[in-house]
């Protein structure tokens, strides 16, 4: 029986591909310089951007991890009744709570040689959540990669039956096309045999909606604050964050939830790490994240598109949140997508090197056009 001390059964890459301050600079440059003021949801998720984000899941408001969590116990034996032991691979599992409903099912069952491969940008909570999981679970073993997953990771390994999870409607955060790009370059790592999890929030009435993003008690308007805290702390910024209220609300046009960062009197800042002045009129707003609520039409559009047939859905009795089962496509469709790619990154590298060599030829003038 395999008995190891926990240590021997933890392995942590990264940091590997996270954003550098390079990356920070720029991405918070073309943010604040926008016309719609915007920062990406991702910088959300420092120690305490992660500590507010648990709250969150507790408050009353928040039905979406209470929907999940109930969808994942009525549906995990059937999840998992297929699988033979292999990788399950959560992207962004933050506190890596939900996925304990699986691996008891698996435990249940005897079915102990799983290796969970949790990946997050957030290092610490990573290891935190991957040491108590290795405590409850004493034959687990764990591959923790820090990494950011809307990029290359190159360490997923490839040698075992993989099921790729993706909780909380994360997907809902990424636009249109971004969530399409990111879904390819998941079907693109999987085998025909490996699956996807896919949880996903469903359009609902307003009254429902905007509540679990204006909780009673202010967390997520902390949540959202502490975003101006970080970019304070690493750009040597000086956002008053009591100059901004939280405002999140249902676009239905857009079938998304907004939040937003509102000034509540004429901002300016200094972001000195960026040698740059912002300021901002009484009532505009920066936009630091969307989450989109998918009709089942809509869901399956974007599936098909990414590359994806759907095994089942999952749903709670008010259909308000569900859970998708996906494998990869096989279609001649899908081969022709990968080709068609792969031609035009072939045909953007050709271009760049052709723009590099002909800057390269360019005369310099010291004054006036190049
Ligand atoms: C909304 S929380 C969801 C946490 C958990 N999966 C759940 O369902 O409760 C998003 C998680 O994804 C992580 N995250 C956000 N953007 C990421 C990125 N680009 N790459 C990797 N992890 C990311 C955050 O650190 C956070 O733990």
Redesign the pocket.
Known sequence: MYNASSTDRIEIVGPTNVTSMNEFRRDILKGLTASQKFIP??YF?DACG?NL?EKI?LLPEYYL?RM?LSILKDSASAIMENFQGGDLI??????S??VKTLLNVAYQSSLIDIRYIP????EL?LKEASKELLSEYPHLKVLGIV????KKIEKIPTEREKLFIL??S?IGNFHEKEAITFLRNIAQLMEPNDRFLL?LDMVKPREVLEPAYNDTQGVTSEFNKNILSVVNRKLDANFHLDHFDHYAFFDSEKSQMEMHLRANCKIAAEIKGLNLHITMEKGETIRTEISRKFTIRRAEAMIAEAGFVIKRWFFDPNQWFSLIELTRSTSDLWKRHLNDQLTQRRARKENLRKCKFANMKRPVRMHGKV
């Open positions: 949801s991702k998720y992660s984000f899941c991890t999940e959560e992207l962004g599992s933050g506190a709570w939900k990946i997050d940008v957030n909570v990494a950011d997953f809307t909780f909380g994360t949880g």
